[in-house]
């Protein structure tokens, strides 16, 4: 959790942390937080029951004022004596139409009507939880940070190569990414997929594709999509890529595309952004929200339209430089620390109530 780092020690408010002995030293960074350790095993099933039937009397007996739930769209008690704060940085909406467990669906819509507080990480996140039937009566909008020591701007980190060697990789040089979990269709890997074969039958241009990111059930079907291109030898799929690498991806690529319809934050948009380079997205979601005038848009289902995307911000010189200046100088919005100091100040009002 990226927000624990950057809590203010001097903010007059005590933080403590909670959960299984193994994350002990995991979230506190270079701060030294004190931390509980509860008896939940590993599992999802078993931190719902236990958020269900013990987390109140768990918060009573270390006299918590608040308890800050950081997975509210899938970890919260039914009720609460405790007063609670829910982060949902998903579109709830999407959740309950993939699951078909009713009880879930009912019991999360319950708890978060309930709770004292919810945080949405972006504007139409709050919206879809309104229009999902959630009644809590006060809903803040405070919006994720990105790690600026890790995601800045500046041509001499690319490599000078013809390729950009991350091991076990060796990514061929020039290329286009698109940094997204295989997960469902949603995130539109096929329709890129489709645009880029277009791009390169029109232009022939070197460039390839590189699609990063882990590899659910659908990941299968990427894979044959990729194999039945004209373009499959530009294609690459790398899996599941470590996050602390992504800024050698970045750097080295020529361009962003990111055609989610389904993004509540956008995280690899920011990201790109704040190391410079030009990003075209998919005007779906909240990409438009995060990145405002500081993005190339394209309706992700009009491979046409998707595919003239791809050329312009790779032709077009003077578009690409003024998405990069401008997503630098967006990018600085996103922080943790002012996330942190946003959520402190909302915890603060929270317990004073």
């Avoid at 232009?203 to 044959?224: C, F, M, N, Q, W």
């Amino acid at each position: 959790m990226s927000l624990v780092p950057a809590l203010p020690l001097d903010s007059g408010i005590q933080f403590e942390l909670f959960g299984p002995e193994i994350d002990r030293y995991t979230y506190n960074g270079d701060k030294s937080f004190s931390f509980t350790s509860v008896n939940i095993p590993d599992s999802l099933a078993l931190e719902r029951l236990w958020h269900a039937f013990k987390v109140n009397s768990f918060g009573k007996k270390n006299n918590y004022d608040v308890i800050l739930y950081p997975a509210g769209s899938r970890i919260l008690p039914a009720h609460f004596k405790i007063k609670g704060v829910a982060v949902i940085n998903d579109i709830v909406s999407n959740l309950f139409e993939k699951t078909d467990d009713s009880w879930y669906r009912t019991r999360i819509k319950k708890a978060l009507s309930r709770v004292d507080c919810i945080i949405a990480a972006s504007e139409y996140i709050r919206k879809d939880l309104e229009e999902s039937g959630i009644s809590c009566s006060n809903i803040q909008v405070i919006y994720n940070g990105i790690n600026h020591s890790l995601f800045y701007p500046g041509s001499s980190i690319a490599s000078d190569s013809n390729s950009v060697d991350l091991k076990p990789f060796a990514i061929k040089k020039p290329y286009l990414l698109y940094a997204s979990r295989m997960v469902d269709d949603r995130k539109k890997h096929l329709e890129l997929i489709r645009a880029f074969t277009l791009f390169k039958e029109r232009t022939h241009l070197p460039h390839r594709l590189v699609l990063a990111g882990s590899e659910g059930d659908y990941g299968s079907i990427v894979h044959k999509e990729a194999g039945a291109s004209t373009a499959s030898s530009d294609i690459f799929i790398t899996g599941y890529f470590p996050h602390d690498h992504f800024p050698d991806l970045y750097h080295n690529a020529d361009a962003c595309i990111f055609p989610s319809i389904t993004e509540g934050v956008g995280l690899s948009v920011m990201e790109s952004m704040a190391c410079g380079l030009p990003v075209a997205c998919s005007s779906a979601g909240a990409l438009h929200e995060i990145a405002g005038e500081n993005a190339l848009y394209f309706d992700s289902d009009n491979i046409e339209e998707f595919a003239s995307a791809i050329e312009r911000i790779v032709t077009d010189t003077e578009l690409r430089s003024r998405l990069s200046d401008g997503g630098i100088d967006c990018a600085k919005n996103f922080s943790w620390q002012k996330t942190a100091e946003k959520t402190v100040a909302l915890l603060s009002s929270i317990c004073k109530k």
